[in-house]
């Protein structure tokens, strides 16, 4: 049986960590891409042997692509579809499962194929996981971002056989699509890209305390986050949140002030490599997240490391 | 304008998640409980079209008897009506849920111009219920908006890609889902709270079809409690804080 997975582009991580996750799943691996431009270049080395181009379909229109690869799975019959964990992949794969009505899991860490099949997703932005059963077929399931990593076979095939297909698609499937790309309206460092982040949380106490927090991060070449306490607040804007309804970041190091460490604030931040929290109560939830703590007040705190980096900088 | 927006009563954890015996749900002996940031966006959103546009906002919910107390918080922030279907408490799986979510909606006297949702929900973050409801009701469903705005019989509405903003334009009515940043929802006022006492919750109670997406139970991810070195104690501890970020060689 064929597994099909849904590539966004070949040299999209999170496809390449859907095609990873898809091999146990059937004893061969299709992919499915879509627009004029989509190619199968690279995909050879994920151990695909064919690739479904969907032709017509070069503007985003989710429940257009979503019939693409309904028309491949009655045309394939595979035994799962797998898209990645991302917004297109989740969005695609939700309205795939609604034209099947089959179910989706959505964000699966393992799977394993049975009768019914058995699959382990993530909940709470990671914070927590769940083992379920599927009751459907194909099986439909995405890729939780990074819970595989993307690996190339030893022995690819050395092509993939293209095949280029034009899809039905009804004009109800095309009436959501993107008309229009605004630019970005980013400044500065991005939270995403950042290798420090220097955040903070309710602690700070006000807007205008989080001075101390964007000198050090300046200092430091990095970002200031936040948590939602500050949103909330409306001391910084959403764009700065961290967590499971803010960015999610991967920084080298985070050094969380005057936050607790509410389980949906670390599922932003537990990419980051190293977690400094700065807090005066010792038995703060952080604590048990944190590589390093130290205990006090932010106010005191923050300053004094600034002023110890322009020491040992001038020195 | 009629606009709904669906929301789901979740537990609010602290910063440790225990799970009940049976290791099917969360223990909730020492929570409150809440809804998604995204759904909380998603009334704010409608409350404030009623209040350019007239018409009327209404929350939904799918969930046990006590769900009512969200439902009175978004009517004590300004949403006019609730529509509660009552739940036996158990997990509903997204088809079940949005199934139970369409019923509901077919049966209001008035259909709703927008139905707004969360981009996913807080515990379960299925990222379907929505895309499943407006596909039974033939909509059109545009996910994860950070902006938006009515434009005669068509709103427009943004979505944020990794190197932008993606527009779309979709005529009325339509399915949305949303994103914290949407908007800043307001807080309560004691007389919102008052008022929200005397708006009416039409109440139902649907009946649970088995689950095609069977949760069969919960775990804690690995790799929780870790020790954290302590630098030290106030001011004092920043040269050893120099040292953690030399060794990373960020000084
Ligand atoms: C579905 C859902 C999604 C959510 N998504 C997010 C999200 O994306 N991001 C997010 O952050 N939250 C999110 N939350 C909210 C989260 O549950 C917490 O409410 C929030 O993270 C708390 O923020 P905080 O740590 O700043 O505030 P608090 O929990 O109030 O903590 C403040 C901390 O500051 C410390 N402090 C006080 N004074 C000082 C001082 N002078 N110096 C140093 N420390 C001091 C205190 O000891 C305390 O630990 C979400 C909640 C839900 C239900
Ligand atoms: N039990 C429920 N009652 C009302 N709305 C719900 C319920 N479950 C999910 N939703 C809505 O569907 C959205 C997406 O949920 P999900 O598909 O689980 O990620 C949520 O943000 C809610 O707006």
Redesign the pocket.
């Known amino acids: 049986m064929t597994v099909l997975v849904f590539v966004e582009s070949p040299d999209d991580e999170l496809s390449q960590q859907a095609l990873t996750f898809a091999r146990g799943l059937g004893d061969e691996v299709h992919a499915a891409l879509m627009g004029e431009h989509a190619g199968p270049d690279g995909l050879a080395a994920y151990d695909v042997s064919v690739a479904h181009v969907a032709r017509g379909l070069d503007v985003y229109a989710p429940a257009a692509w979503a019939q693409a690869i309904v028309e491949l799975v009655e045309r394939t019959a595979p035994a799962a579809v797998v898209g990645p964990g991302s917004d297109r992949g989740n969005e695609v794969l939700a309205h795939v499962a609604a034209k099947l009505d089959q179910p989706l899991a959505a964000n699966c860490t393992s799977a394993t194929p049975g009768d019914p099949p058995t699959l382990t997703r993530v909940r ?2 990671g914070s927590l996981l769940e083992e379920a059963r599927l009751h459907g077929a194909p099986m439909l399931v995405t890729a939780a971002p990074h819970a595989v990593t993307a690996e190339t076979v030893a022995n690819a095939p050395v092509t993939v056989s293209a095949t280029d297909f034009t899809p039905a698609v009804s004009e109800a499937d095309l009436v959501a699509r993107v008309s229009e790309r605004a630019g970005a309206v980013a400044a500065g460092v991005s939270l995403t890209d950042a290798d420090v982040v220097v955040s ?6 006000s807007a205008a305390g989080f001075s101390v927090l964007e000198e050090l991060a300046e200092l430091l070449g990095g970002a200031v986050g ?7 607040a409306g001391w910084r804007p959403h764009t700065d ?7 999610k970041i991967a920084p080298e190091i985070y050094i ?10 670390m ?2 931040c537990k990419g980051a490599k190293k977690l400094l929290a ?4 010792g038995d ?3 604590f048990a997240s944190a590589d390093y703590a130290v205990i ?6 923050v300053p004094a490391i600034s002023a110890e980096i322009r020491k040992a900088r001038s020195g | 304008m009629n606009v709904l927006v669906c929301v789901k009563r ?6 440790k998640i225990v799970l009940t015996e049976d290791e099917r749900a969360i223990s909730t002996r020492h929570l409150g409980f ?5 759904e909380e966006c998603g009334a704010e959103e409608a409350i404030r079209l009623v209040e350019a546009h007239g018409g009327t906002s209404t929350v939904l919910t799918l969930g046990p008897v006590e769900a009512e107390e969200q439902l009175r918080d978004m009517m004590a922030i300004g949403i006019d009506r609730a529509v509660h279907l009552l739940s036996d408490g158990g997990e509903w799986d997204p088809q079940a849920t949005a199934a139970a979510i369409v019923t509901a909606i077919r049966a209001e006297d008035e259909a709703p111009d927008l139905i707004l949702f969360g981009n996913e929900s ?2 379960a973050g299925n990222y379907q219920v929505a895309i499943r409801v407006a596909h039974a009701l033939g909509l059109p469903c545009v996910t994860g908006v950070k902006g938006m705005s009515v434009e005669g019989a068509s709103v427009r509405c943004e979505q944020e890609v990794p190197d932008g903003r993606d527009v779309y334009v979709v005529p009325m009515p339509a399915v949305l889902t949303v994103k ?1 940043g949407l908007n800043l929802p307001r807080y309560p006022s004691v007389p919102g709270r008052l008022r929200a006492k005397r708006k009416p919750v039409a109440a139902s109670r649907p009946t649970r079809p088995d689950a095609r997406l069977e949760m069969v139970r919960l775990v804690l991810p690995p790799g929780l409690g870790k020790h954290a070195e302590v630098l030290g104690r106030g001011p004092e501890a920043a040269p050893a804080v120099i040292g953690v970020l030399q060794e990373l060689g960020l000084v």
Do not use: F, K, Y
């Open positions: 709470w932005g903070g949380g309710r602690g700070v106490g936040c948590s939602r306490a500050v949103t909330s949140q961290v967590g499971q309804t803010g960015t969380a002030c005057g936050i607790s460490g509410a389980t949906q604030h599922a932003g700065i807090n005066p109560d703060a939830s952080i006090g007040d932010l106010h005191e705190i | 979740v537990p609010l954890t602290g910063g809440t809804i998604s940031p995204h807080a515990d914290e």
